[in-house]
């Protein structure tokens, strides 16, 4: 199997404050994971592209101050949204890349953390 | 840049078909996914085809592959009420360790 979990499922925050979402491969060694945020009723956004033991990759528009990734180990990636807004509010899901053959080099998703910020 | 689009809403009756389209802009697409989304939850990856492949059968799943058209799409027989969630088409053009483009999502509603 390729499992990947996050943590916190759901969080609630005052504005202003931090907050670190985790994301973890639980049976896998993931080199390569990925943040993405999910409007309501939209589709998923990269953010941007963590890979183990280096600087994150952002997406042109992402605030790479606002967004800190880390990639410490080849089964943990760390989002923390610093001084969060409401506007922040969001649905952020993470996926780790499974390494593989051509046929097999997948994504494998997260179940999402759900931020609401006051 | 690449742009993947679908339909948003689809209602069907239990035990018809459901058929979900999406089309995409990137020639250089090489893996074309199937996401399934229950409310709250993440994604869960039910199928993807290669673009070499016309065709993949899946159990109830079927992944038709128009590449000249750059038309996918993926047909569910016997739709069972466990099938309302919202499907993402997504592609990618060179695998795993590159990102992932979604579509906006199709919402199916599967009718008792």
Known sequence: GAVVSQHPSWVICKSGTSVKIECRSLDFQATT???????????????????????????????????????????LSTLTVT????????FYICSARKFGTWSTDTQYFGPGTRLTVL | GED?????FLSVREGDSSVINCTYTD??????????????????????????MDMKQ?????????KKDK????????????????????????????????????????IP
Not at chain 1, 40 to 62: F, H
Not at chain 2, 28 to 51: D, H, N, R, V
Not at chain 2, 58 to 66: G, P
Request: proline content about 2%.
């Open chain 1, 33 to 75: 994971m990925f943040w993405y945020r999910q409007f309501p009723k939209q589709s998923l956004m990269l953010m941007a592209t963590s890979n183990e033991g280096s600087k994150a990759t952002y997406e042109q528009g992402v605030e790479k101050d606002k967004f800190l990734i880390n990639h410490a180990s080849l089964t």
């Open chain 1, 83 to 90: 001084s969060a807004h409401p506007e922040d509010s969001s």
């Open chain 2, 4 to 8: 993947v689009e679908q339909s948003l």
């Open chain 2, 27 to 52: 020639s250089s697409s090489t893996y074309l996914y199937w996401y399934k989304q229950e409310p709250g939850a993440g994604l869960q990856l039910l199928t993807y085809i290669f673009s070499n």
């Open chain 2, 58 to 66: 899946d159990q109830r799943l079927t992944v038709l592959l128009n």
């Open chain 2, 71 to 110: 038309h996918l799409s993926l047909r569910i027989a016997d739709t069972q009420t466990g099938d309302s969630a919202i499907y993402f088409c997504a592609e990618s053009s060179t695998g795993g360790y590159q990102k992932v483009t979604f579509g906006t999502g199709t919402k199916l509603q599967v």
